[in-house]
């Protein structure tokens, strides 16, 4: 059943303008928000159109939910928005973006009924467009499964949208074989015309590379106006440059990468089709082309000028983009040792294994897509990176993970200063025979310090980060969890500042200092730790000023030995034991902290402690606010405890 221009759906919310575009079970439609006069598109589908049976009603059904929960989920750019999702009892309605400027189907149509060829720069720009939604989608696990010139629309501005996720291999989601969208039964849904060779053949999980394989089919199709998989049928040998000259060599050259019919021989993610797209964009479309690089296999890829793989590589700002499996750098090492002190190297997402420890020992920046996407792995006896020059190592947005059960930590700081933020540093596995390993980043004797923000330390067999010697990192905003023994580790005279960060979950302690080191810790949660929030040890001092340690297995603060640090403003609440507690001789100052509702006491003081505790407020706690032995001489001065 067909709606007309001007009736109203979806409780008087939208008018409908105009039929847009109609398919085999459903029909889209252009319509007007009421109130807020806003343009969108709504896809309907109806129980009672010819041919649309029980079944097929429920596995649209699906198609249109996990539609509308990825559009509407996944904001991007370059991946049309869904904005809702009803069904009544006649019908399902998908309310979407609105794509004023139609399908690539359509300006491939107008090309077959004589319009010009679609100029090279705009086909350029729309697989530069395409490549990017499927980043982001790829990013997700998400695999398209039915990209195809009608699944590809434009905006008003000209850019380009992948559309129709109805199909998508999401993970833990629905990948019936009978979900197609045109007959023939293969083991995989999606179009046989734009299916990969795997696609069309394996029941497997697809990878990534599938559907930049069927971006390849559309990029020769939008140039010839053919449909690529069929011309191919007939001429095996064809390439796009047969049939269109002014196509550039380097287009050619990257269809073919993408055309492999071996999935290890075309791009493994879509971040790599979008360096060589950029670097086309940036040069024009006149830029010359040199000869073509070969693959690992002898093939030729991608010429080097055109593919953005390095740049002036003797100058002190050169850039260097790294994938996996690159054919000039088959590893990480080997593109450490090309760049010069001061370069930079891009990580595309994927996993870089490590044959052993990298040792970075000049200045360097490495820079990955995410972390959760861009991953540098090592299985061996050793650490995965360290680090051993005189100026700074930066690293943004990847993961260093150490794997497999032998001794290592991940990241290892020998001299200079490091600048890391938003990676993560997991994995490190600790040797109680040979006494090392274990740990996230470890600041070693000689190291200066650095900054580390925003990162993530988890699941290492000993401390999330370790700092040692002289070194005086500025620890900000970090995550360090689930550590086999502390989440932070300050030894001998080691200092600097730990702020906001947070410390939870942890076999030992959250934050823990020890020998004379002297941090400053300002704002650091520390909570649901085995044992303490933050615990000083030995000659340790410093100052913890308004943390929170909560919910710790033992105490919220331990001061131990003769350590004398400077206590203000902090909470410590709902531990298993108390809120602070002083051993041994210990001493220093306790000022303005609040200590709540602990399974002991607010404060203790014990055996030959010294403290000073000056207006403290202690209440609430099960067994008293105050305890002090009675061989302690704290000073007390102004508590409400």
Known sequence: MSLQPGQRILHDTYEVEEMIGRGAFAAVYRVRHVRLHLLRAVKVMSREDPGVGSTDYNLHRLRFEQEAYIGASLRHPNIVHAYDFYEDDRHL??????????????????????????PVKDVVQMGLDVAQGLAALHARDIVHRDLKPSNILFDGEGRAKVADLGLAQVPGGPSQRDLLSEGGAPPQPGTLLYMSPEQDKSTHLLLPASDLYTLGLILAEALTARVWKRYLRRHPNARVRHLREDVPQWLDDLIQWLLAPEIDARPQSAQQVIDVLMAYKDKGEDSAVSTPIRSHDGREDLPLEASGDVSAVTDTEAILHLYPGHPRYPTLADAVAAVPPGGTIHLAPGVYRLRETLVI???????????????????????????????????????F????????NVMVVDDGLVDLEQCRFTGGVWSEEQKRGGTGILFWKMAVGGKVVHCLCDHNGLHGIEVYGQATPSLVGNRCEKNAQSGIVYWEESGGEARENECRENGLHGISVRGHAAPTLVGNRCEKNAQDGIVYWEESGGEARENVCRENGLDGIEVYGQATPSLVGNRCEKNARSGIVYWEESGGEARENVCRENGLD????????????KNNVCTGNKRGNLYVAPTAKPVLKGNRC
């Open 93 to 118: 309605y998908l309310v979407m973006e609105y794509m004023a400027g139609g399908s690539l189907h359509q300006r491939i149509e107008n090309v077959r009924r004589g319009w010009p060829p679609l």
């Open 401 to 408: 993970r150490h794997l497999g059960g032998t001794w290592g």
């Open 602 to 613: 607010g404060i203790e003081v014990l055996e030959r402690a010294v403290p000073v505790l």
């Open 361 to 399: 020992d000049k200045p360097l920046t490495l820079v990955g897509e995410d972390r959760d996407m861009t991953v540098v792995a090592y299985e061996g006896d050793g650490d995965v990176v360290r680090y051993t020059g005189a100026g700074v190592f930066k690293a943004r947005h990847i993961t």
